[in-house]
């Protein structure tokens, strides 16, 4: 049973060596074996699927990384209970060692794929634009274009800018983003904006 742990930690940190060798090639992949239909065969499953649909717990088995981390973790673990006989048997310390690295496994697979489709890569839309107030760069004016910078997801965007008010909103005022026209936001001054709040709520 020994042999088997060592070859099992072996192949974890082989698998980890070529994970890292790989690089970014895989970063949306849980494979590097050059076969594209595997990991896509994953993400779809995973995409189709809810968080908390077995379909996507089942296809974490697919993944590379969990092998990877099961593969480790399940060796190191019976090789260190095994060698120092920390457990009353061996079919013990298997079962140990499996509990172990089935749970390290899943859960570091879990966790990149998490990551890798979190929201933070998200493109923005129209209406993560609505609502934005940002600093005007370019004057803005009916019938012209002006520009507008704003902070989105994080990032300083620069958008083109048309408003209807009646009077220019200078560069370096702050104007409030009502809504998206194309690439375009139709913009209003700040403070005219809240005006018309107010006026509404009494």
Do not use: C
């Not at 072996?10 to 076969?35: C, I, Q, R, T, Y």
């Not at 968080?51 to 993944?63: E, K, N, P, R, T």
Request: hydrophobic letters at 50%; charged letters at 20%; proline letters at 0%.
């Amino acid at each position: 049973m020994l042999q088997l742990y060592v070859f099992a930690l072996v192949l974890g940190g082989v698998l980890l060596a070529a994970s890292l060798l790989a690089g970014d090639h895989d970063a949306d992949a849980d494979g590097f074996d050059g076969a594209d239909g595997a990991d896509t065969a994953e993400s779809e499953a995973l995409a189709g699927a809810g968080h908390g649909d077995i379909g996507g717990f089942a296809a974490l088995f697919a993944s590379t990384r969990f092998w990877t981390f099961f593969a480790a973790s399940f060796g190191l673990t019976g090789l260190v209970f095994e060698g120092l006989g920390l457990l009353a048997s061996s079919l013990l310390t298997l079962a140990v060692s499996l509990g172990l690295g089935l749970t390290i496994g899943l859960g570091a697979a879990w966790a990149v794929r998490k990551l890798t489709h979190s929201e933070v890569g998200r493109v923005a839309d129209a209406g993560d634009y609505v609502g934005k107030s940002g600093r005007v760069l370019l004057a803005v004016e009916r019938g012209g274009r002006g520009k507008l910078r704003l902070e989105l997801q994080g990032t300083t965007v620069d958008v083109l800018a048309i408003t209807d008010d009646a009077e220019p909103i200078a560069a370096g005022e702050t104007a409030l983003v009502v809504e998206m026209q194309g690439t375009e936001a139709f913009v209003t001054r700040l403070s005219a904006a809240g005006a018309s709040e107010r006026n509404s709520d009494n």
